[in-house]
């Protein structure tokens, strides 16, 4: 089945920002064919020979772009509730490294399918992971149909140091731009604070040599910026700058302790920067200036990180709270307004991710990376602005519909792809042996 007709929808585009003006939704069709949006209301025009394989009326029910989880550890879901109320170098030192040093490759690969059938009940159809045994993870993505852009975690001061760059290599050679090109790869250097300038020349010349981007976690805590400051004479962001980082396509992860002149270095840089509040809030790592980013134009996707510091993986709960926590960190009620938080669930994390020729808008010529919500129930009552519904009063689990890459991988809240009860099954008897129960 190639050609959908997904029927009298309330279509969100998100392919304009606020300053644009003009309408944000308008009722209408949206068609699909061989994984490409190729009408979107009055955008495109559908032939009249043209016959649908498959029809979906999509009366009552909001019709936007799937969203983008710009920074994870998918199959860290096998860690939710093992180890909480920790702050971070505690909570990875004493609690996570250790378990992560028992994983096994099949142990990633159910607690990915698990992320993964999390991610598609709540509307989400891009994720950028950074774990280990990726090719599990590429195997999971290939598997259910979602797209990802896939990272090694590298950590430069471990024994796994050069085995992880070779994995790295591999993880390129065998997955980039495979799975019907719903896989990137990206490389992974874990963080400042784990792999020092040395150990990044290594990452930078082979990011050259492939031309692939660079996934890092950056200026996530107070003591990550003082214990950098204090090895190398300059903040982790400066640090990153002078070692050359940015000369490549950056997604940088939280982002959350920078000054002006910072900011600006990621705006001229043009880095990705991924907000990640719910895991900042319970690691109380602190409150990214996301506003004054967006302000100033810097690309600010939207992630979950971990589902072990979190403790979901659901993006329209991400997308509230980062509105919620800059209005009060702000003490200005009108910082992110609903439609910004959208953006960065959708247009914002694709351009964060380099894909913004692909998705996060709908959009004749781009991927059919398309959700349906339902907005007949209580809490979207009355219909005043399907916008504020969506970010002030939505979850995950009104999420309807999922089509990703062409493909309907849930209906009516059935996902397609995946093997719940078997997900289920497997990822308790890791998550036991894990913990040594
Ligand atoms: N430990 C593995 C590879 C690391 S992958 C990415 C790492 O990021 C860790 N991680 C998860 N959340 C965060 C975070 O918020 N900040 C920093 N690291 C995190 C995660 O536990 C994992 O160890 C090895 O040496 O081969
Ligand atoms: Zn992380």
Redesign the pocket.
Known sequence: MNRILIQDGLIIPMDKSLADGGELHYTGDVAVEQGKIVAAGPEGTIPADWKPDKIIDARGKAVLPGFINCHT?AA?TLFRSYADDLP?MQW?GEK??PL?ENLQSEDVYWGTQLAILEMIRSGTTTFAD???FMDQVAQAVAETGIRACLS????GV?P?RDE?LKESKELVRNWHRQAEGRINVML?P??PYTCPPDYLDKVLEMAAELTVGIHI?LA?TRDEVRDITKQYGKTPIRLMEEVGLFKFPVLA??CVHLDEEEIEILKTHGVGVVH?PE?NMK?ASGIAPVSRMLEVGVKVGLGT??P??NNNLDLIEEMRTAALLQKVSMQDPTAIPAYQALEMATRLGAAALGLSEEVGVIKPGYKADIILVDLNQPHFYPHHDPLAHLVYAARGADVDTVIIDGKVVMENREVKTIDTERVYWEVEQSARRLAGR
């Open positions: 550890h860290m971070l990875l996570i490294w992560e950074m774990y280990f090694r975690g590298m950590i471990a796994t992880a992974g874990h963080a976690h996530e992860a939280h990640n895991s690691l990180d971990g072990a510091s």
